[in-house]
């Protein structure tokens, strides 16, 4: 039978997520997508079902954060289907793409506000000359330590997940535990086959004092052991992420653009 291969793009249910991932590259940087199709949430738009060509996954928005939805973007640059799908956006959305794409969204979203961000990640499942600092009050964090999550600065870090609990049951993490108070965490955000995306946040009274270091390098030698390679992604390239990043020592670096459109009703 004849694969039917759309001009647009139209929605696949939710239990035919898992036939995506075999299309959407394993890499550093699309980590969140291929989660979202593991985790059967967010969306999902293909031009064919059985064998896509084009198609966009969909992460859900952080209201709490004030963060928008993600839209994925993966295809041809001449692909009909993806200039109908930017174009008719109707909600704020951060699209997401690679440099074949990118002039896509320039030439639909000319006034698109564009951020760089820088993606870090290891090469090599080796622990051998990883030091593990040593830290007073570090441990594995625990399920009953999810309420104390809120207490930090972690934008986005649910945007797959139904609660914080669910997020560290899915991939854990580690923290440090002053007077009976999580003041420093390295959490798991995003799972693929190959590689387990972190997030650090500190409390702000607790920082510069190598704890974020502590922790990350912890979580990082856990996921390392268990298969997955470890990698971070610096919104904005924000200066106290890129250098924590430099201090765990990632071995490789590359920029993520996104561009960020908010229509607006035309009255």
């Known amino acids: 039978m004849n694969q039917i291969q759309s001009e647009s793009l139209i929605p696949l249910p939710q239990e035919q997520f898992g036939t995506l991932r075999a299309f959407v590259p394993d890499t550093p940087w699309t980590t969140s997508p291929l989660h979202v199709l593991e985790k ?18 969909v992460v859900p ?3 709490d954060a004030a963060l928008p939805e993600q ?11 993806l200039r109908e799908y930017i174009e008719g956006s109707s909600r704020p959305t951060d699209f997401v793409c690679d440099e074949d794409l990118a002039p896509l969204i320039e030439e639909q979203i000319p006034d698109a506000a564009s951020t760089d961000h820088s993606v870090h990640w ?15 009050g570090l441990r594995r964090l625990r399920l009953s330590d999810a309420g104390c999550l809120a207490t930090l600065e972690f934008p ?4 797959t997940f139904e609660s914080a ?29 190959n590689y387990a995306r972190i997030a650090v946040a500190t409390a702000p009274d607790h920082r510069r004092k190598g704890l974020g270091l502590a922790a990350a390098k ?3 030698s856990a996921h390392h ?10 919104s904005g390239r924000e200066e106290a992420g890129e250098l924590l990043a430099k201090k765990i020592g990632f071995a490789k670096a590359a920029r993520l653009r996104t561009y960020r459109a908010e229509p607006t009703d035309d009255v």
């Not at 986005?156 to 945007?159: A, D, T, V, Y």
């Not at 669910?166 to 955000?189: F, H, K, N, P, R």
């Open 218 to 220: 912890r979580l990082i």
């Open 225 to 234: 052991d268990q298969g997955r390679l470890a990698c971070a992604v610096v």
């Open 61 to 63: 928005a952080d209201p």
């Open 122 to 136: 290891f090469e090599k499942l080796e622990n051998d000359e990883f030091d593990l600092e040593r830290v007073d």
């Open 71 to 81: 839209a994925w973007l993966f295809g041809l640059p001449t692909a009909h289907a």
């Open 156 to 159: 986005g870090i649910l945007r």
């Open 165 to 193: 609990k669910d997020l560290l049951m899915a991939g854990g993490g580690y923290g440090v535990v002053v007077d009976d108070q999580v003041v420093c965490a390295a959490v798991t955000v995003d799972l693929s086959v």
């Open 40 to 57: 059967r949430v967010g969306r999902a738009y293909v031009d064919s079902p059985e064998s896509p060509r084009n198609l966009v996954i």
